[in-house]
């Protein structure tokens, strides 16, 4: 039975996450606060109206964390244990970051406070011996000549010659590495209600990246390359960025800002398993997740399968990772029928579909008519312990391996080509 409609506004409310798509309550909002949740909410949540225009019911959608705006506080609490959420999150963060007090945060601890101390455990176990110093290119005009004087400039401008621009290369602690560290702290900072001890932590930890220039996340969307010199770094930078893509909310509307630390579970999910099966199917079989395939002999149409498992260049099994699944427990109909295309185009009698949490799991195989393609379905649960879930990991790339070493019945041609 849905809460009374409240006469103020509440400062949280708590949503339950995907799979049920859960709704709150009716909810009276100011106008300001609604036009701002509205706003902000974009593919995160989806905000219904009432008859009573100031009222409104705000529904989960696979997004999960936190979206605050002024007056308002949107909780929504992923449906698997705060460990497991933790090593999705670390997708590809080295195992031994689990091993340690990196993960110390319980079920009914808050949600946002616990990726904010993951990330900064991490950015301080990487950094407490002392940030990586590289050397950047500088154009500055300067009394003395230091590097390489520009030619150029000096013959544009003669009348600077008492300080010419000069190009050097400076050893230095502001390179890209730590400019990402110290962006995610500024961002985990500038979270409303972190909790005191964790902002203690990321000002604690923030005191080292004195020196390094303050950078806008969008310049920390592609990954820095992994070398010799910054490979301790390597897990750190990873869900640095992960973080930021999660907190890259930030909508202003006159004096009206939000702040939001949510992450897609769909996606999550996807990117998880395939690097889990990755991990343990290398070097024999390699998992491909960022590929187009054609669908048509015409190459007008294309599809993005999850998974593309290949030894060598020969494609022996393909599949898909889906979190969501129906209201009623099964998979939806469209999930079927995405894996029978790939399956088709890529010359493959065998579907792999990996899902995560149903109340009623669908069938473990079944048999497409007039096709003979064979549909498999394992579920990977993430509600039961990490070493259970560990288990299942394993117990899917023993599967995975089964498959490819079965020959296909097919002959198709396959036809690849690299997503942009």
Known sequence: MPP??????????ELPAIPEHGRSGPVRLPRDTRAALVAAAGERLVIHATADPDVVTIGATSWVGALAVPGLVVRVMPRVSVTNFFAMLGAGVSPEAFEHEHVTWSDTDELIDGVAYF??????????????HGYVARDERMRTIRGRLIVEEFARRPWA?????????????DIVENQLFRCTLQAMLSWPQLAPQVRREALRVMGRFEGVSDTPATKHTTPVAVTRLNEHYEDAMRLSRLVLQAMSLSHEAGDQQANSLMVDMDDLFRRWIVQELDLRLAPDLRIDGDEDVWLDEGRAVTMAPDLVVRRGSEVVLVGDAKYSVGADGYLASRDYLELIAYTTAMGQSTGLL???NSDRSPESEIVIRNAGTRILCRPIRLDGSYAAVCRSLDGLADLVRELADTPTEFEVPVL?????
């Open 4 to 13: 009374a409609t409240s006469t103020t506004p509440p400062s949280t409310i």
């Open 161 to 173: 010659a008492a300080e010419p621009q000069c190009r050097y290369d400076e050893f230095t602690a």
């Open 416 to 420: 690849v080509r690299a997503r942009r």
């Open 119 to 132: 990330a900064i455990r991490l950015i301080d176990s990487a950094t407490m011996r002392g940030l990586v």
């Open 354 to 356: 990996v899902h995560c």
